[in-house]
């Protein structure tokens, strides 16, 4: 039974066989959501808010890695997608509100994974709690990962006023703070002392309603491994942007996402001690060949082990002083004193201290990224915003671009920004790809990204879960905040 081999026509049959598929659709979700909430407060944001939805005349990226498909139609019934397939074969039920959209391009709701909510790396160091559900949502990020928090409960009350539909968003997945070793110096992070604080902070943070952790670069092996038996015995999984312990060694330990990818993995650092951060890490990576075996054999080693990795590339590019050029629309998303701040950065930018990644290393990131899915790794993406005038939202679109430019197919990039994700986070037989049954999460881009990887940009309407938000809305109700709100 295939939605495709519906006849074109609202008879007796097609609606038994429709009635079917929603039933099937019904009984296979695990990580089942609501339809979104529409009150007067998210109202104006809303375009499309019908009980059945038809886009016609689509193309389609369904998130799976299958080929790009030309004419397609899908419908959604309620918070479901009920049928993908040609235009041409494909029924729509006589209820449906029909949206013809040639032209256009589908793609599934992108599942990030380094989903910040604060704007850092600037003076004055604020959370996003009103510009980032907005600007997430704007760019068709449906399901969010925080990958660490400033300030948790404000990403808890976030969470809840978007549950609630006091604001739009994406479904947010809360890491909770960031954990680090004893030694650590970032005023943001819990330094654990012992394995039984480390058990108490994670308890502490399940029960608040966290569902990740992340993990820093300064923490034992031993450590770690307490964390992440905690968070294991409370359902919860660990994130890391590593450092002092190895991708392989916290592969070993059970770690469920690595950050970054190689321009943080410490195992290619020559020297490096066994739970030290060596100094060089981020940098030194820049002499490493990525073709060589040792090199290769790691990225083969991990793919095995099935530890995933999420892809940052967007954000290390804002370190390239060569290649980075600030986009002119995020800027006007800045709150003025902050794009003061954000230009002037820019500006210095590969000058003495900070970070820089050279244009090689960041080939070297995509080459490794490229091998590794090769290899059979699981790779997902993350935005990562960051105060070098990186957003949320237009980070997550970077990335495709850069996946691009690194030799993936857009069908391989999509992928791994949707459905690879979900995999992830545990979702993927709800959400991440545009299939029957799944929920209703897709983006609709004016053109074609598999020709200009641009128009991805260009997104008309997001929908979440059914309820279609107007991408123009979010993005108007965000300019200026960043910086402030
Ligand atoms: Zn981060």
């Known amino acids: 039974m295939h939605p495709s081999s519906f006849p074109k026509s609202t008879t007796a049959s097609a609606r038994i066989l429709a009635g079917l598929v929603a039933i ?14 529409v009150t ?3 109202r104006p944001f809303i375009a499309v808010d019908a009980p059945m939805v038809a886009l016609t005349h689509v193309r389609l990226i369904d998130g799976t890695g299958a080929t790009m498909r030309n004419d397609q139609t899908i419908v959604i019934d309620g918070t479901r997608i009920l049928a993908v397939g040609p235009s041409a074969t494909t029924a729509i039920p006589v209820q449906a509100h029909v949206l013809d959209r040639r032209g256009f391009t589908v793609v599934p709701g992108f599942v990030g994974l380094h989903e910040h909510t604060y704007f850092g790396g600037v003076q004055r160091l604020t959370q996003m709690s009103t510009s980032a559900p907005l600007l997430y949502l704007a760019f068709g990020v449906t399901t969010a990962m925080t990958a660490g928090s400033q300030l948790p409960y404000h990403e808890l009350s976030m969470q809840r006023a978007i ?22 110096r970032n005023p943001m992070t819990r330094a654990l002392t012992s394995d039984l604080e480390a058990q108490r902070v994670v308890g502490y943070w399940a029960d608040e309603g966290v569902t990740w952790v992340k993990v820093m670069g300064n923490m034992s092996r031993a450590r770690m491994g307490a964390v992440i038996r905690a968070a294991h015995a409370r359902g919860v999984r660990v994130t890391g942007h590593l450092c002092s312990v190895s991708f392989a060694e916290a592969a070993e330990l059970g770690i469920d996402a690595l950050q970054h990818g190689f321009i943080t993995a410490s195992e290619y650092v020559p020297g490096k001690k066994e739970d030290e951060c060596p100094p060089d890490n981020m940098r030194v990576q820049s002499n490493v060949d990525v073709g060589s075996e040792p090199v290769q054999a790691s990225i083969r080693a991990l793919a095995r082990r099935g530890t995933p990795v999420v892809s940052t590339l967007g954000v290390y590019e804002t370190f390239a002083p060569a290649r980075f050029v600030m986009d002119t629309a995020a ?5 003025p004193e902050t ?8 500006a210095r930018l590969g000058s003495a201290g900070g970070l820089t990644v050279s244009p090689g290393l960041l080939k070297s990131m995509m080459r490794w990224e490229r091998d590794f899915v090769a290899a059979g790794g699981l790779l997902g993406a993350g935005c990562d915003p960051w105060g070098t005038g990186y957003l949320p939202g237009y980070g997550d679109v970077r ?15 999509i992928q791994i920004m949707t459905y690879n994700g979900a995999r992830i986070l545990g979702m993927e037989h709800d959400v991440g790809a545009v299939t029957v049954g799944r929920q209703a999460d897709l983006v609709l881009v004016r053109g074609n990204p598999a020709v200009s990887a641009r ?11 059914g309820v279609g938000y107007d991408s123009q809305k979010l993005r108007a109700a965000a300019r200026g905040l960043v910086g402030l709100r």
């Open 40 to 42: 007067d407060e998210v």
């Open 24 to 37: 099937v659709a019904a009984s296979t979700p695990t990580n089942a959501q609501p339809r979104p909430r």
């Open 339 to 346: 794009r003061r701040e954000v230009e002037e950065a820019n």
């Open 455 to 465: 128009d991805l940009y260009q997104v008309e309407l997001v929908f979440r879960a």
């Open 331 to 335: 800027l006007a998303m800045l709150a």
């Open 399 to 413: 990335n495709f671009e850069m996946f691009r430019e690194a030799g993936f197919s857009a069908e391989t990039a």
């Open 163 to 184: 549950d609630a539909g006091r604001t739009p968003g994406p479904r947010l997945l809360i890491a909770g703070p960031y954990l680090d070793g004893p030694e650590s």
